[in-house]
């Protein structure tokens, strides 16, 4: 049936099949928006979350003697965080700052500072003024240096990537379900649960893509979130632009370096401790250190 989608445009026959699981999901798969309100008690505390936590984990693995020891611990915690909380209200009252008692009377009914809004009152030109400070390292249209980049590489039959089914599953199951949707609306909870059923829809467009060297435009789009730096945003600056790509271009990429790193990894130094796969600073600093004893052990210094 996937083979009716294939087109000889490698954008059309992803579109296609982008568009038909979407539509898929929306028709079987049904879906609700849940609103959720901050509604921790004052006396809770970032330990207590953790244990929290740590409970509805062992609960979802039904592990029955560790969530009884949890659920013992946990009592254990509030018992503690609520008598620290009554001590600090009570210091608080008898303190002679009225500041501290009423930031505390504050704190113990919710009314901290008034959040400003995080846009103006004209939502279109705050969004107008977002998108031309973010996009301002990129005014130039290199389209048509990417295109004669493209006609210049040519790859050999040595080089064409084969990628197999097994490595498109592989990569589907491996997905964090948690990460955000990008503007394909293909969530990765679907890729990761139906990833036996996927694999083989996508593996011929990721294996076109790789050989023909080309991206088609939809995985190149790209859905920017503005984050606020600041409590109370006044400008574009105060904003941090987070970027939301389509998570199937997520799993090419995962795909790639794959590939790059069975090929470069007899090419690398042994000595390199950066973007390598189970390295970092302390086997540097480990390393560093057996050399300097080495050579002092053959100096006989002590």
Known sequence: MWEEFHHDSLDETTTVTTDYIDFCVQSVIPTKEIKIYPNNKTFITKDVKHIINLRKIAFKNKDIGKLKQIEKDLKSKLREAKRKHRLKLEEA???????????????MTGLSTTQKPLVTDNELEFANQLNGFFGRFEKGNDTDLA?????????????????????????????NQRKATGPDNLSAYILKTFADELAPVWQPIYKCSLNTGSIPLMWRTS?????????CPKQPSDYRPVTLTPVVMKALEKIVVQELSESMADKLDS????????????????????????????????
């Open 147 to 175: 295109a004669e980049i493209t006609k210049t590489v040519a790859l050999s039959e040595s080089d064409r990537s084969d990628v197999s089914v097994e490595q498109v599953r592989n990569i589907f199951k491996s997905l």
């Open 93 to 107: 009252h008898r303190s002679k700052s009225s500041k501290q008692l009423w930031d505390t009377m504050k704190a």
């Open 223 to 231: 859905h920017i979130i503005p984050v606020p730096k600041v409590k």
């Open 271 to 302: 000595q390199q401790f950066a973007y390598k796969h189970n390295r970092s600073t302390e086997d540097a600093v480990v390393t560093l250190m057996h050399l300097i004893l080495k050579h002092l052990d053959k100096l006989n210094y002590s």
